[in-house]
Each structure stands twice: as structure tokens, then as C-alpha cells.
């Protein structure tokens, strides 16, 4: 199965993925997650774990982050082949995003449960639980208590580095260069396709 956890930041998205962990390595379940947690695997990158376990957790924050949207054709078919075949490795995946609509949308068509946090008081939380398929059905609201135990289990500021650190520019001209080639590009095609009407 595979659920995501979405709300503001702040909101307890963290840390309720976090207690969902804890309560399956009670059940004896193996857990892996992208971020520090007492009991569980680390493991920096999810994508080497797809196809590799079995009866697992795993449990990706910032799902947005690893699954973006605006990379989603960089991300290797295996991880899609093993992700659509997850149920048949006996895995789970539990993730969290601040918006469903952020995730790579060939991940938010296998998500089964959406629990969404819109409503936040102290250690307060009200959760609207949905299918989020096209008409997919509502499942009403629930009540979440944050409880402050769960904090030891995990580091609230740690940051998911999706991005290697060669990947990322300084330099403001390589950007500018990157935009006059794709101009000059479509300005080329344009051209083209302009001398094939006459």
C-alpha cells in the first residue's frame, strides 16, 4: 500500500510518518526511511531500495523532493516497474508532502490513502483522509495527537538532499547561457516549420 501524508510545514507531517514507523517496527516490520530514525534503516537515496526488499516500510519525507515533478523523466524505469509491483515484495510506502500535486503524478496514481493535515492546534491535529484517484472516495476526518515522546526518535532538522552538490550552479551566467540556447532553438524551429507552409 502506499500512503502520503500532506500539510503545511509545521504541521506534523514528520512526525506522525515518524510514529507510523515506530507502531510497524512494533509489528516486526523492517523499516527504511530517507531521514534518521531511531530503530529504522537509513537510507539516502529510496530509489536503490525499490526491487531489493521485501516485506518492508519504507518511508520517504518530502516525497516531492524525490519524486519531483519537474524530474520526472530522469528518474530510472526500474524504480517505476518495481513500484507499480511493490504489493508483490510484500513493501509498503508511507511518504510525506506539503501537496499531493507536488509528487511525480505516476506515483500519485498508485497512492491508496491521502491523509491530509488542514488543521493544526498545539499537538492538535485534524486529518481529512481521502483516496486521491479521480473520484476517489472520502474517508472522513480523523483526530491525531502529537505525542512529544516521538521526537527522540528522529532529528526534526534534517534536510533531505535530493540535489547533488555538482548539480547545483553559482554561476548566473550558466543559467543565461542554458535560456539564449533553448531561445535560439525554438527560435530555429519556429523558422522551420514557418518555410515548410509556404
Given at each position: 500500500?502506499?500512503?502520503?501524508?500532506?500539510?503545511?510545514?509545521?504541521?506534523?507531517?514528520?512526525?506522525?510518518?515518524?510514529?507510523?514507523?515506530?507502531?510497524a517496527m512494533k509489528r516486526g516490520k523492517k523499516v527504511y526511511a530517507n531521514y534518521p530514525i531511531k530503530g529504522a534503516e537509513y537510507v539516502e537515496d529510496p530509489f536503490l531500495l525499490f526491487g531489493r526488499v521485501k516485506n518492508a516500510l519504507i518511508v520517504?519525507?518530502?516525497?516531492?523532493?524525490?519524486?519531483d515533478s519537474l524530474k520526472l523523466y530522469q528518474i530510472p524505469n526500474r524504480v517505476w516497474?518495481?513500484?507499480r509491483q511493490h504489493r508483490h515484495d510484500g513493501v509498503d510506502i508511507l511518504g510525506t508532502a506539503q501537496s499531493i500535486s507536488d509528487v511525480a503524478y505516476p506515483v500519485r496514481r498508485l497512492i491508496q490513502f491521502e491523509y491530509n493535515i488542514f488543521f493544526k492546534a498545539l499537538r492538535l491535529c485534524v486529518v481529512h483522509v481521502r483516496c486521491p484517484q479521480p473520484r476517489g472516495d472520502q474517508y472522513g476526518k480523523r483526530i491525531w495527537i502529537l505525542k512529544k515522546k516521538i521526537w527522540d526518535y528522529y532529528d526534526t532538522t534534517f534536510k533531505i538532499q535530493k540535489m547533488k552538490d555538482?548539480?547545483?550552479?553559482?554561476?548566473?551566467l550558466e543559467v543565461e547561457n542554458n535560456y539564449k540556447q533553448f531561445t535560439e532553438l525554438q527560435n530555429s524551429l519556429m523558422f522551420q516549420s514557418l518555410r515548410g507552409l509556404k
Open positions: 500500500m502506499i500512503e502520503i501524508i500532506t500539510g503545511l510545514p509545521g504541521f506534523g507531517k514528520t512526525l506522525n510518518a515518524t510514529n507510523m514507523a515506530l507502531k520517504i519525507d518530502e516525497m516531492s523532493i524525490v519524486f516497474i518495481e513500484l555538482e548539480e547545483l550552479s553559482e554561476n548566473p
